[in-house]
């Protein structure tokens, strides 16, 4: 059960507004990410939240994958998001795929700043 979990909180994004609101555009631009760095989709929901007294709704994107899961999470009231790449390396590493993926996904809302983190899953020992 060996994977690596990556994280990324990210800060006064400064990509246009429709990356943080509209749900099916950042949902088909995430399933072309994964494929591009060569990991495979096999699900996927794409939520966009209700707009509340203080601003436009939020989304919530999961993209289910052969190797695990891709999650990102907006708010576009504070211009925030979050994101999380998790892979299996079971069978094949797996890891550098996800390294890929998440720097396109940091790039795609241009941050002013991230906290990220990584996290290796599982026995080593395995």
Known sequence: MQGLHLTADLYKCRCDSAWLTDAARLGEWCLQAVRAVGLEPVNQVFHTFAATDRGPGGVTATILLAESHVCLHTW???????????????????????????????????????????????????
């Not at 720097?103 to 080593?124: C, H, I, K, Y």
């Open 76 to 126: 576009p009231e504070q211009k925030a998001a979050t994101v999380d790449v998790y892979v299996c390396n079971f069978g094949a590493n797996h890891s550098a795929k996800a390294r890929g993926l998440m720097f396109a996904l940091v790039n795609r809302f241009q941050p002013e700043w991230t906290e990220q983190r990584s996290m290796d899953r599982g026995d080593s020992d395995e």
